[in-house]
């Protein structure tokens, strides 16, 4: 049986994708409430670098010999603005979206078998041309994001720059997946599309978070531009599984109107300089070498 290893599956798109893949794969799911997980899972705070050094030894203890078919790197969080930090002393949305998926696939990626993968949620909110109501992000420069009091740019709207945030780190997301690739790892951005109903407006206000919910209920489908949760974590679910298998230089998975495509992602993630420096300044951040 395939092994799996994931995060962010104990709510939303990922939450669809661990029931299919817990039936298929041997799953190895990371949560931060193990206890209140509906699938057997090991503890996993993203927003604590130690969390995810504990979690990756205990993954290698969990593998013995075996190794990882795909490991799945979902989880997210949205903020309404850039005011928290981790234990750790880093921006919450930055580190848990980007910096501490990068620690996880650096310490996992050696364990990876033969022909395995590595899949990473990205957004279209990492695009100026899809024209979200997100705003896009400016930079990928991890120490500015790491800590957003140095950036000159921030902007002085919370709302504004926890966007830009946001974006910023979905960006991360595929200048990664970029980094990962050019090391010869088999790897791809899976970005599900606007999908409401899902736990992502949690830190938003009451009437933003009763939309959202409303969006993401049948009434919702009215509207032809918004995903399911359910068609969002199936396709999140057969990513990990190698369907669909990618064209040559494919890279880049979205779901848009319920149709999966093979796309090209913003020119700022195709940028071989913001993608070197991120895996570098990234590997500073977490105490490793590039
Ligand atoms: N929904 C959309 O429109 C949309 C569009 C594009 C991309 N995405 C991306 O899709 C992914 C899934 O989002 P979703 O919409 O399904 O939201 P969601 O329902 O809120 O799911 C987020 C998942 O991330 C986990 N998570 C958050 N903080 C964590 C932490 N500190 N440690 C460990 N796990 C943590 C959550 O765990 P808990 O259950 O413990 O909270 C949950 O399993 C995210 O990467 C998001 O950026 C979503």
Not at 56 to 64: F, H, N, P, S, W
Request: with cysteine; net charge positive; hydrophobic share 45%.
């Amino acid at each position: 049986m395939a092994i799996i290893v994931m995060t962010g599956g104990t709510s939303g798109i990922g939450q669809v994708a661990a029931r299919g893949l817990g039936t298929r794969a041997t799953l190895l799911l990371g949560a931060r409430h193990p206890d209140r997980a509906r699938l057997p899972a090991l503890e996993l705070d993203l927003a604590q670098l130690d969390s995810v050094r504990r979690f990756a030894a205990e993954v290698e203890t969990r593998l013995g010999s075996r190794s990882i078919d795909a490991l799945v790197l979902n989880a997210g969080l949205s903020r309404a603005d850039v005011d928290a930090r981790t234990r750790d002393g880093f921006e919450l949305t930055f580190a848990v979206n980007h910096l501490a998926h990068y620690l996880l696939a650096r310490l996992l990626a050696p364990r990876l078998a033969p022909g395995g993968r590595v899949v990473v949620t990205t957004s279209g909110t990492h695009d100026p041309d899809e024209r979200t109501l997100v705003p896009p992000p400016r930079h990928a420069r991890a120490r500015l994001l790491a800590d957003p009091a140095l950036d000159p740019a921030l902007d002085g709207d919370p709302r504004a720059a926890a966007g830009h945030a946001y974006a910023a780190s979905k960006l991360c997301n595929i200048l990664t997946v970029r980094a990962l690739r050019a090391r010869g790892l088999s790897a791809l951005a899976y970005d599900p599309g606007p999908t409401p109903g899902t736990g992502l407006a949690r830190a938003r206000t009451p009437l933003l978070r009763a939309l959202w919910w409303l969006l993401g209920t049948p009434l919702g489908r009215l509207a032809p531009r918004f995903n399911s949760v359910i068609r969002a974590g199936e396709a999140l679910r057969d990513a990990a599984l190698g369907e669909p298998a990618p064209p040559r230089d494919g890279y880049y998975l979205r779901l848009r109107r319920g149709r999966l495509e093979w796309a090209t992602p913003s020119r700022l993630a195709r940028d071989d300089d913001a993608r070197d420096a991120l895996w570098r300044d990234s590997a500073a951040l977490v105490g490793m070498a590039d």
